[in-house]
Structure formats: C-alpha cells, structure tokens
C-alpha cells in the first residue's frame, strides 16, 4: 500500500476513547507486564523506557484489547493508605471501611458506589450532592512518619452530574495514632485542582508534601472536597509512598 493511500486508511478509522486504570504489577517479561487490576490480572505491553519491577504501581490504558503500561506511580514501596481504592465493603451508604469523615463546613453524606469507569477495580467514593455547601475532609487510617520524611500522594476524582468542585490533597499529622481531626500537629496540602469536571476521564491529582519538624509521629491522606449546593464529588486509588 502506498504512504498516502495507509494514511488515507488510517484517518478513515472511527476513533474510540480509551480506558484508563491503575494496578499492581505481578509479573515481569522482556516485552509485557502481568498486572492486577482490581483483581483480574491482565498482560499489557509497556514502554520500554520504563524498567519494571514487581511490585510497582503503575497506571495502564487499553483500547479494544491491547493494554499498554504508561508509566509507573511515583514512590516506593507499597501504598499506605489502607482501602484507597475503595473495594473492601461494595456498594454502601456512609463511611467507607478505614476511612473518617470531617465535616470542616456544612454536613456532608457518602457513600461507596459502583461505576464502570472506576480507576481502580469497581467502586468510587462519593461526596453525596446536597442542599447546602459543604467543605469536606475524608481520611485515612495513620501510618508512622518521622520529621523530614517525603511522601508522594496522588488520587483520581470527578464531579457529579455536570457540577464542578474543587479539590485538595493533604498530608495530615498527628501526635499518636488514635488521635482524629481537627486535633492535628501540621497539614501539609500536597495538591490542588480547580474546578474539577464531571467523568470520564476521572482528573488525576498529585504532589509531595514534607513531614515538617516537631511531635508529629503518624500521618494520613487527607481528602479536601470543596463543594456548593447540589454538587459532589467522587474519589478513588489514594495513593500514599514514601519517596525520600
């Protein structure tokens, strides 16, 4: 076939979006990747700028039936945060499994819903739309720190219905691991976005925030959703990895 006439064919193909998800990789090869995604293992080329390693979290994409690893999560070791893909309970009103809720403003109601397009496995935390705005603060169970420590925290949220939010993540301290919000010794904001749209595609979010010096001995991922009336939000994969 000719240059132009290959070209003519290719811009002739309708295109067809994508599905993006984010898994564990299980399996090594010298050109493909086992990785596990929200428990079914699927084989996935990868880029080859990438050196892989079981064990890394990367994100994966796929059209029709070819999936291709993009890159790998920033951090080492594993993630942190018990539950960020929120799987452990199904479909459910109210707090997930491992998870607290503070309402900084306004009262806030959730819930764990299943979505087709869910960036890890098949659930998402939602922040329910309401009649008044809300400023809302879901966290984590605590793992040890120590001052000076680095940790890389990232998520994927979207809006509900054709409202917009806007988003933080934080990195919240705390003198012992049983202590709750707002009794914090540092809240470190790692990320934001604004505006945050309706999905597909969820809008990722990351950053690095900084154990500052002082009494703060455990730390967890903090959830920031500022809301108006009538709009929600939907979290899911919280990551948090220790880089430095």
Same mark, same amino acid.
């Given at each position: 076939?000719?240059?132009?006439?290959?070209?003519?064919?290719?811009?002739?193909?309708?295109?067809?979006?994508?599905?993006?998800?984010?898994?564990?990789?299980?399996?090594?090869?010298?050109?493909?990747?086992?990785?596990?995604?929200?428990?079914?293992?699927?084989?996935?080329?990868?880029?080859?700028?990438?050196?892989?390693?079981?064990?890394?979290?990367?994100?994966?994409?796929?059209?029709?039936?070819?999936?291709?690893?993009?890159?790998?999560? =920033?951090?080492?070791?594993?993630?942190?945060?018990?539950?960020?893909?929120?799987?452990?309970?199904?479909?459910? /009103?109210?707090? /997930?499994?491992?998870?607290?809720?503070?309402?900084?403003?306004?009262?806030?109601?959730?819930?764990?819903?299943?979505?087709?397009?869910? /960036?890890?496995?098949?659930?998402?935390?939602?922040?329910?739309?309401?009649?008044?705005?809300?400023?809302?603060?879901?966290?984590?169970?605590?793992?040890?720190?120590?001052?000076?420590?680095?940790?890389?925290?990232?998520?994927?949220?979207?809006?509900?219905?054709?409202?917009?939010?806007?988003?933080?993540?934080?990195?919240?301290?705390?003198?012992?691991?049983?202590?709750?919000?707002?009794?914090?010794?540092?809240?470190?904001?790692?990320?934001?976005?604004?505006?945050?749209?309706?999905?597909?595609?969820?809008?990722?979010?990351?950053?690095? =925030?900084?154990?500052?010096?002082?009494?703060?001995?455990?730390?967890?991922?903090?959830?920031?959703?500022?809301?108006?009336?009538?709009?929600?939000?939907?979290?899911?994969?919280?990551?948090?990895?220790?880089?430095?």
């Amino acid at each position: 076939m000719a240059v132009t006439s290959m070209a003519k064919a290719v811009q002739s193909v309708s295109p067809r979006p994508g599905t993006y998800r984010v898994g564990t990789v299980s399996a090594v090869s010298s050109t493909t990747l086992d990785v596990v995604v929200g428990g079914t293992t699927i084989t996935a080329a990868y880029l080859h700028s990438y050196a892989a390693a079981e064990g890394d979290l990367v994100v994966v994409g796929n059209q029709d039936a070819s999936w291709i690893v993009l890159g790998k999560q =920033a951090g080492v070791g594993p993630n942190l945060v018990e539950n960020g893909g929120f799987e452990a309970d199904g479909e459910t /009103p109210g707090v /997930p499994s491992d998870w607290f809720l503070y309402d900084e403003s306004g009262t806030a109601t959730t819930q764990v819903l299943s979505v087709t397009d869910a /960036p890890s496995g098949d659930f998402v935390l939602q922040i329910n739309p309401d009649t008044g705005a809300r400023t809302t603060v879901m966290y984590s169970q605590p793992w040890a720190v120590e001052p000076g420590q680095t940790y890389a925290l990232s998520a994927f949220a979207g809006g509900v219905d054709d409202s917009t939010g806007d988003i933080e993540l934080h990195l919240l301290c705390f003198a012992g691991p049983t202590d709750l919000m707002p009794t914090t010794t540092a809240d470190v904001t790692a990320a934001s976005v604004n505006d945050v749209a309706q999905p597909a595609p969820y809008t990722s979010i990351s950053g690095t =925030a900084v154990v500052p010096a002082g009494a703060s001995l455990f730390a967890r991922a903090g959830l920031r959703s500022v809301l108006a009336t009538g709009v929600g939000m939907q979290w899911d994969f919280v990551v948090g990895r220790r880089t430095a």
